[in-house]
Structure formats: structure tokens, C-alpha cells
């Protein structure tokens, strides 16, 4: 049985039909690459399954229970982790303190006023931060990293939620290829390992074609191919739209 | 019906024609600049004072008028260019606060300036034969001026309209309106059109003040009264509109001129309920846009640390010289040090709010002044003891806040800010208003401790223990999960949500906690006092918070209490040695603003980690 389940997923803007009728599974520990041209409607396509836009018509499933139009605290309740385009962190806090933060919301603890946070979950942090390869900047701030680490510390944040579906917009965005490839692969494995399943938009295609097991390709608000790397390059409709244009190296 | 609704509609107009011409000169400023002008209803009270300096030497014919009141209005634009240069040019970059609390500082200097000038009387201008014509309208006599003050609004709007659509500088403006870092990245000379758009404000609040001559006079209380009215219009119509500040004047006028006939006790409240009302359904006013996203990044808040060792024997030190104090110093300093003792935890109550909470509030006295009055109240009708006044203060302030937060936890930013300003005006309203109960501008007498309380010595103790036993409290708190939690909402909203975190749930219970905490700080200080008083819950009052806790260093926990105690001491050393306290105070803000944006606490905190955090 598959993870998560959206049927008939539907959301216009105005005229404009910014998605029109998605529908796609996902199954645990399995990595699915959302892509499409700009405008294609994968962010609303995520920010619908995300919570952060309500959808016009359509369901989502997470496990059976119905998600749809839930607002983002709920779908986090839920087991749903996300990370952002723009890296979001807690800046006023360090490196391990962000991800304590997370877990400290996990658990439920978050109206305790009265023993310190620093020593909650510090154990637990370390580990999640060794797994994404911060250990050794735990005691950092937030503000220094550089951006591929504060990509690594979304990742590892978005994981204390100990999510069974993992949401990651561009997760890639702004950085150098190498490390492109580096988060993804790192991402691949935690994904197995957990058994997490991560549904990710992606514009670098050497990242989506690496890394993930099926892809979506969406164009115009509707999807228009659905298969792994190879079904996906072969695919004619995809290389009128996508493909075909020249930019198969990456961006758009 | 008709004759009764008929002159006070056309007084309403009249007076949102005023109204109009001071907002239009905010909004505009707003708009392209972002800075929250507090000083500009001090040159609205400018000119008052310049059109009354220049209207009484010239003849008094019509065209003389007009002349002396066009006049009046280029010189307060040139006063506008002058505070825009020397002042704000400085503070552009700075956070919105410390704009705020930079203009504040304009505000005081200009007060004792203008006070210096044109001494403590109040000034009206002789009004010459024409000036005081009627007009029959309705079979009501009504006054000629008001009627020309009616047609100016429309024809102010009207100007402006066309400077705005029909020329290049107009352009410019609306395009950095909308979009201020797009008409930076296209070549536009920012300085020119920054100091242009602050002379045309000046200009239209100097308008304003002198065309409001005849109908009043030129006083001291103009600055703060005429800011608080056009905050209101500015807010309601959306800040940065102009159409919205038409509309918003018309709203407000005409229900302050029907309010002052049918609720006479509460024309003030019910101003301001129409605020929080239209915040409420309209989060960025009436004709507003939201807020474009500033592109540039903020500067990320520092990373909060336990204190060093050394800081907590510091702190130690302090406590145990503050407790042993009554041994070693005379009755007058031990009332200045209660004083501390109150300020400190007011400070430290604010910091709650503005520093983890992100919320910053230009109301806080409200809390304060609640409080205050709970236990007065409580004492006049019951009797109620100290001690159960004391316990009651917070009570009463944590409710009230309770049901505010409702209102203010879904806002954000500049109209967050401005709700709890409408607030505190609405509880000083009420307590200033409502002389039945509040006993008005006499205040409420004769709150004083039990016998066993009342010497100077076990007061300050009980003050003291109070204060710093509920400081530590509220810094536990903050190194708590939920202060943390409380953080990681203001820090990234987006995330906090994506964690499970109830972001205003978490802002909700911050305003609960720091209100309870104000008003027992606001009790405490009644006590001290001997009674409570609505100045209790003035703006200087809510400003001194905001100085306190920024004087000291917002994003550190013993900035707010290192400032109460400063500005204490500060305070109290220049309301003895100087009449200028005033002016030498804004200067030590400005100063501030511009030299040490993070606060005594912030910058020895920079100097101490220097060097030692990567």
C-alpha cells in the first residue's frame, strides 16, 4: 500500500488552472522528483500536499486519513517534515538547538517553562546532526553556516519530526553542483535507511535523474509523464515540453 | 433630525479635513521611507507655533492669511529637510524600532525647543473680522472657516493626486511605495527623493497646525494628540495610501464629531475600537497592501547564550548592593531605587514581549496602568489589602491581555505595533474619561501599604524581592522549552509551523505573561506612590519602556534590566540638575540610536565575545 496517495488534486489562481487533476503515489523509503517547467504548478502542487495552500478540489492521503486543506501544524502532526526554497532556521539559536528544537516539539514538551531546553534531546540532536555530517558544528550558530550546511541542518530539523514523508522544495537551490549531488545522496540514504519517503521538486536534472526512483513531470498544471529516469528520457511528450528544449544539463 | 445631524456632519468634515492634511504628510513619509514618523505631529505643533509667530505680524486681510499660512507650511518643510538630514538619513537602516525610538527623541527635543522659544502659554491667534463669519445652512449658523477647511481637504487630495500621477517626481514616489529596493536598483538618487518626500510631509503637517489656528491655538499638546489621531487615519486607511488616509479622516472625523454628542464620555474609545476593528477584518487597513517582503535579509538575531560566570557574580554583586542599600543611603535615594526596582521589572516584563516574542509594543504602559488600577480600585471599593492587591495587579492585567491578544497575535509588524498603541490610548481613555470611577485626571488617592510596609526601607525590600524574584522567573522561562519555542516562532514562523508549533498560541501566552507582569509592576508602583494615575498609562510612559529595555540591548537577557536601571538613574539625575531634561533626553536617544543600535548589554556583550565565537 502506498504512503501517500493524492487524487484528482485540483487549484486555480483567477482563470488560471494551476494544477488540473494530479494525481500520484508514493511509497515508503521511495524518493519521487516533481519537475516541470516554470509555471508548471509544482509548487502548488507541494504547497497543497505541504498545507500551506488549501486545494479547490481533490484529496490527499497520508496512510489512508485524508490531509487535505489541513493547515502546516497539523500535516506536521501527521509525520509530514518539510524544508523550504529559502532556508528557514532558527537564527538565534545554535546549530544542536535548532534541532533540539524540533524534537522538543516532537515530543510534545513545548509548554514546560520550567527546566532548561539546552539539555533536552541533546543526545538525540547529536545524532541527527551526525547523520547529515554537522557534528562538528553543533555548537555554532545558525547564522554562520554556509548555505550547503544550512541546507544539511533543514534536513536535519525537518528529520527530528521523525516525518514518514519528507517534502523538499528545491532543496538544491544556490548551490554548487558537487554539493547538489552530495545533499541528494545523503538525503537517498536516510531515505532508505528510515524507510522515509521524500517527495522533492528539483531544477538541476542531473540531481532528479541520479537520485530519485520515479519522477512526475508536470506542464501546464497537468501531469504529462510519470516513470523512472530512463521511461522519463525516452518519453516524446516530455522532450516536446522539457526536454526538448536544450536545457537537459540543468536549470531551465 | 435633520438640523441636528446636519452641523455636526459638516463639523466632522471640517475636522477630517485637518486630520487629512496631517496624515496625508505621514502616510506619504511611510510609504517611501518606512519609518514610523513619531515627529511628526511635533511639526504639526511647529506649525502651530511658526503660523502664530507669522500670521500676528501681518496685516490681517485675507490674502495676507493665505500668504502667512503658505509661508508657515515651506518653513516646516524646511525644518522637515533639516530633521531628514541630520537625523533619519542616519537611521534608514536601522531596525524599525530604533526609527522609532529616533524620532521619539525628535519629539522630546523639539517639545522643550519649542517650549524654550515660545514659552509654557498657550498661544491663539486673533481672529480678524472675516475669520468670523457665519453661514446659514439649514437654519443653522455656521462657521465660514469650517467651511473653507471643508473645501481643503478634498482640494489637498486633489493636488496631490496630480503630483503623484501627473509628474516624474510623483512616479518615483508611487514606484517606492510599492517596490523601494526596485527603484534603488534602477539609479533613483534615494537621498534626493527621501529628502524631497520628507519636505512635502513636513510641509502638509505645518499646513495642518497653522490652518488649525483659528479654531484653537497654538499649545504643547498639540505633538502627541495630533500624532495619536493620525496614527489612527493612517492605520485604518492602510499605510502609505493616500486615498486610504482620505477615506480613514472622513471615518474618524465625522464619528469623533457625532461621538462627542451622543457618548461624550467615550469619544476616545470608541476612535480606537474602530481601529482595532477595521485591523481586525483588514489587516493592512482599509485601501492598504501588504507589506512587500523587504528583500534585503534582516541581520539574524545573535545567538542567546547562558551567561558567563563572571556576569552571574556580577549580577550577584549587584543583588546583594541593592538589598543592603536602606544601611547605606538616605530616604531619597531608597524612593529613586524603588523606582528601579519597579522600572526593572516593567523593562524585563516588555522583553518578553519584543525580544523572544517578537512582538514590539508601543502600549506597554496599558498593562502597567491596568494593574495599577486594579489594586486601586480593589483598595477604594473593598479595602482590599496590599497583598491581595498585589496578587490581583497581575490577575487583572493577564485577562485583559488575554482577551486582546485575540486581536493582536494575528498581526504583524508596524500594524502589531500600532494596536497596542490604539490599546494603551484606549485604557488611558477610559481611565481618564471615566471620572466616575477612575476619578479622572485626580487620579485614585490614598493607596497606600499597610503600616507594617510602609517605611521606606521594607517597601524598597518588598519592591526589590518582588521585582528581580519575577525577573529570574521570566528568565527561567526563556531557557525554558517554551521560551524557546517562543523564539524559534519569531525567528522563522514558516518553520515553527512545520515543527508543530502553534505560533500564536505561543505569542498569545508571551502578551498573557509579560501583561501580568507589567501590572504587577504597576501596582507596585502605585503603593510606592500613594495612588494611581492615568499618566500612568501615557506614551511617554509606554515610550520609557521601549527605551529602557532598547537603551539596555534587546537580544540579551540582562539588557532590559541593565536599562531600567540606567534610565532610572539617568532620569532621576536630569530631572534634578536641568529644566531641559527633555531635550538632553532626546539627544541621549539619538545618540543611542546612532551609536549603539544593540544596547549597553548588546555591545559589551560584542566586546566580551570578541574573538571567541567563530
Not at chain 2, 502667512?68 to 529637510?81: K, N, Y
Not at chain 2, 517639545?111 to 453661514?135: K, M, N, S
Not at chain 2, 494596536?419 to 497606600?448: H, K
Amino acid at each position: 500500500m502506498s504512503l501517500l496517495a493524492v487524487r484528482g488534486l485540483r487549484k486555480a489562481f483567477g482563470g488560471v488552472q494551476a494544477v488540473d487533476d494530479v494525481s500520484f503515489d508514493l511509497a515508503a523509503g521511495e524518493m519521487l522528483a516533481l519537475i516541470g517547467p516554470n509555471g508548471a504548478g509544482k509548487s502548488t502542487c507541494f504547497n497543497m500536499v505541504g498545507g500551506q495552500l488549501p486545494p479547490d478540489a481533490g484529496s490527499v492521503r497520508l496512510e489512508g486519513r485524508e490531509i487535505a486543506g489541513l493547515n502546516p501544524r497539523a500535516i506536521a502532526a501527521h509525520g509530514i517534515g518539510r524544508t523550504f526554497q529559502i532556508t528557514a532556521t532558527f537564527g538565534s539559536m545554535t546549530v544542536r538547538e535548532n534541532v533540539q528544537m524540533a524534537l522538543i516539539a516532537h515530543h510534545g514538551e513545548v509548554w514546560r517553562f520550567w527546566r532548561p531546553a539546552a539539555v533536552r534531546f541533546a543526545a538525540e540532536a547529536d545524532a541527527l546532526l551526525a547523520q547529515v555530517g554537522l557534528a562538528e558544528q553543533a555548537e555554532r550558530a545558525t547564522g554562520v553556516l554556509a548555505y550547503g550546511d544550512l541546507k544539511r541542518l533543514e534536513l536535519a530539523v525537518a528529520l527530528g519530526n521523525a516525518p514518514r514523508l519528507l517534502l523538499m522544495d528545491e532543496p538544491t537551490a544556490g548551490m554548487a553542483p558537487a554539493e547538489r549531488v552530495a545533499l541528494m545522496q545523503l538525503t537517498r540514504r536516510l531515505a532508505t535507511e528510515r524507510g522515509v519517503a521524500v517527495l522533492f521538486t528539483e531544477h538541476d536534472m542531473d540531481v532528479v535523474f541520479d537520485v530519485s526512483d520515479r519522477i512526475l513531470v508536470l506542464n501546464r498544471g497537468a501531469l504529462i509523464a510519470e516513470g523512472d529516469a530512463a521511461a522519463i528520457r525516452a518519453d516524446p511528450a516530455v522532450r516536446e515540453v522539457y526536454l526538448g528544449t536544450g536545457a537537459a544539463g540543468g536549470g531551465h | 433630525m435633520l438640523d441636528l445631524i446636519v452641523p455636526q456632519l459638516l463639523t466632522g468634515l471640517a475636522g477630517a479635513s485637518s486630520l487629512f492634511l496631517v496624515a496625508s504628510g505621514l502616510t506619504i513619509i511611510f510609504g517611501v521611507t518606512r519609518i514610523v514618523n513619531f515627529s511628526h505631529g511635533s511639526l504639526t505643533m511647529l506649525g502651530a507655533y511658526l503660523g502664530w509667530s507669522i500670521l500676528t505680524r501681518l496685516p490681517r486681510e485675507p490674502e495676507w492669511f493665505i500668504l502667512g499660512i503658505l509661508l508657515t507650511a515651506l518653513c516646516t518643510a524646511l525644518i522637515g529637510v533639516m530633521l531628514e538630514l541630520v537625523v533619519l538619513r542616519r537611521v534608514y537602516r536601522a531596525p524599525e524600532l530604533f526609527q522609532l525610538l529616533a524620532t521619539f527623541g525628535v519629539v522630546l527635543i523639539l517639545q522643550d525647543v519649542t517650549l524654550w522659544l515660545w514659552g509654557p502659554v498657550e498661544l491663539p491667534l486673533p481672529r480678524p473680522r472675516w475669520l468670523r463669519g457665519f453661514v446659514e445652512i439649514l437654519g443653522n449658523r455656521f462657521p465660514l472657516y469650517d467651511l473653507v477647511l471643508i473645501a481643503i481637504g478634498p482640494v489637498v487630495l486633489g493636488l496631490l493626486w496630480l503630483l503623484m500621477n501627473r509628474t516624474r517626481w510623483g512616479t518615483l514616489v508611487r514606484a517606492a511605495t510599492l517596490d523601494r529596493d526596485m527603484v534603488a536598483a534602477l539609479g533613483v538618487d534615494q537621498r534626493l527623493l527621501f529628502t524631497s518626500v520628507f519636505a512635502l510631509g513636513a510641509g502638509l503637517a505645518g499646513l495642518g497646525g497653522a490652518l488649525s489656528l483659528p479654531n484653537a491655538s497654538a499649545n504643547l499638546q498639540i505633538d502627541l494628540s495630533v500624532i495619536v489621531d493620525a496614527f489612527v487615519v493612517v492605520v485604518v486607511g492602510g499605510l502609505g495610501s493616500l486615498a486610504g488616509a482620505f477615506v480613514a479622516s472622513l471615518l474618524i472625523g465625522i464619528l469623533q464629531a457625532f461621538g462627542i454628542v451622543l457618548l461624550p464620555q467615550s469619544t476616545l474609545v470608541l476612535v480606537f475600537l474602530v481601529m482595532a476593528v477595521v485591523l481586525v477584518f483588514r489587516p493592512n487597513g482599509l485601501l492598504g497592501r501588504p507589506q512587500a517582503e523587504a528583500r534585503e535579509m534582516l541581520a539574524a538575531a545573535p545567538v542567546i547564550r547562558a551567561a558567563p560566570p563572571a556576569l552571574r557574580y556580577l549580577g550577584l554583586a549587584t543583588l546583594l548592593l541593592a538589598a543592603s542599600a536602606p544601611f547605606w543611603v538616605g530616604d531619597y535615594y531608597l524612593t529613586v531605587l524603588t523606582d528601579g526596582a519597579v522600572a526593572l521589572l516593567f523593562a524585563v516584563s516588555l522583553h518578553v514581549m519584543m525580544g523572544p516574542g517578537g512582538m514590539a509594543s508601543f502600549g506597554h504602559a496599558a498593562w502597567f496602568g491596568i494593574g495599577a488600577y486594579a489594586a486601586g480600585l480593589l483598595a477604594q471599593w473593598l479595602g482590599t489589602p496590599m497583598p491581595l492587591g498585589l496578587l490581583a495587579a497581575p490577575i487583572a492585567a493577564g485577562i485583559v491581555a488575554a482577551l486582546f491578544g485575540w486581536f493582536v497575535v494575528r498581526l504583524s509588524g508596524v500594524y502589531l505595533s500600532m494596536l497596542t498603541l490604539a490599546f494603551a490610548q484606549i485604557v488611558w481613555a477610559i481611565s481618564f474619561q471615566w471620572v466616575g470611577v477612575t476619578g479622572g485626571d485626580n487620579g485614585l488617592l490614598g493607596l497606600w501599604p499597610e503600616a507594617w510596609a510602609r517605611g521606606a526601607a521594607t517597601y524598597y525590600w518588598i519592591a526589590l524581592a518582588l521585582s528581580v524574584a519575577v525577573a529570574l522567573l521570566l528568565r527561567r522561562m526563556l531557557y525554558a522549552p517554551y521560551g524557546y519555542a517562543l523564539r524559534a516562532a519569531r525567528d522563522s514562523a514558516v518553520r515553527a509551523e512545520a515543527i508543530g508549533l502553534d505560533v500564536q498560541h505561543l505569542r498569545m501566552v508571551a502578551l498573557v505573561i509579560a501583561g501580568a507582569a507589567a501590572g504587577l509592576s504597576g501596582a507596585l508602583f502605585s503603593y510606592a506612590k500613594g495612588g494611581v494615575f492615568p499618566t500612568y498609562i501615557s506614551i511617554p510612559h509606554s515610550v520609557e519602556a521601549l527605551l529602557m529595555v532598547l537603551l539596555g540591548g534587546l537580544q540579551t537577557m540582562a539588557g532590559p534590566i541593565v536599562g531600567a536601571l540606567v534610565y532610572t538613574g539617568l532620569a532621576d539625575i536630569l530631572v534634578r540638575s536641568t529644566d531641559l531634561w527633555r531635550l538632553v533626553l532626546g539627544a541621549v536617544i539619538l545618540l543611542l540610536v546612532m551609536a549603539f543600535p544593540e544596547g549597553i548589554a548588546g555591545a559589551a556583550r560584542r566586546l566580551w565575545l570578541r574573538g571567541r565565537e567563530a
